[in-house]
T-cell receptor, first 117, second 114 residues
Framework: AQTVTQSQPEMSVQEAETVTLSCTYD???????LFWYKQPPSRQMILVIR??????QNATENRFSVNFQKAAKSFSLKISDSQLGDAAMYFC??????????????FGKGTRLHILP | EAGVTQFPSHSVIEKGQTVTLRCDPI?????LYWYRRVMGKEIKFLLH????????ESGMPNNRFLAERTGGTYSTLKVQPAELEDSGVYFC????????????FGDGTRLSIL
């Protein structure tokens, strides 16, 4: 069974600084997707960034980028120029690429990120 | 386009009572998923509907939980009778038909069992 581990329950970063959230996962599959979701205090979970396992290039979305190390099964999220609006719970997640018969998302426990003004 | 809507946003009931949660997916989305997060633990998958059929219900914890999606539109998740360990946040997500479609999440329903 696949598992996702986030070892940092909470983190804090000064506004405008850079922060990296860690995530490791375990799977025997070769093709899958990895995600970072953000859940602000308003509670709606939003997809921040997505990585396809077959792509070697790290995904980037504006100030958000990932460091995907497939062999090490590591998938960290880097937030550059942190803003107050980045304060949220961040979930690392995994989904098989086997298609619609098995497309449930497997989540880590989350990392609560605080932005210090 | 309206997002995934869940109702109620918060429910407080006593142990042994029944509660029904509702999810309205994005219009036209065939896939509907239920997840829940028990305090301090991971968000865990409960089940997946494709239209009105249960595609995967491997995450349903026990037979006190009943999910339905009549007509392939909105879905309900009933807990009967509720137990203390059922407290948590229940999320619904939907996605359109087709390979590799993203799941869109609702705000969740916070369920508190006293």
């Amino acid at each position: 069974a696949q598992t996702v581990t986030q070892s940092q329950p909470e983190m804090s970063v000064q506004e405008a600084e850079t922060v990296t959230l860690s995530c490791t996962y375990d799977t025997s599959e070769s093709d899958y997707y990895l995600f970072w979701y953000k859940q602000p205090p308003s509670r709606q979970m939003i997809l921040v960034i997505r990585q396809e396992a077959y792509k070697q290039q790290n995904a980037t979305e504006n100030r958000f980028s990932v460091n995907f190390q497939k062999a090490a099964k590591s998938f960290s999220l880097k937030i550059s120029d942190s803003q107050l609006g980045d304060a949220a719970m961040y979930f690392c997640a995994y989904r098989s690429a086997r298609g619609s018969r098995d497309d449930k998302i497997i989540f880590g426990k989350g990392t609560r990120l605080h932005i210090l003004p | 386009e309206a997002g995934v809507t869940q109702f109620p946003s918060h429910s407080v009931i006593e142990k042994g009572q029944t509660v029904t949660l509702r999810c309205d997916p994005i219009s036209g989305h065939d896939n509907l998923y239920w997840y829940r997060r028990v305090m301090g633990k991971e968000i865990k998958f409960l089940l997946h509907f494709v239209k009105e059929s249960k595609q995967d219900e491997s995450g349903m914890p026990n037979n006190r939980f009943l999910a339905e999606r009549t007509g392939g539109t909105y879905s309900t998740l009933k807990v009967q009778p509720a137990e203390l360990e059922d407290s948590g946040v229940y999320f619904c997500a939907s996605s359109s038909f087709g390979y590799d479609q993203p799941q869109h999440f609702g705000d969740g329903t916070r369920l508190s069992i006293l």
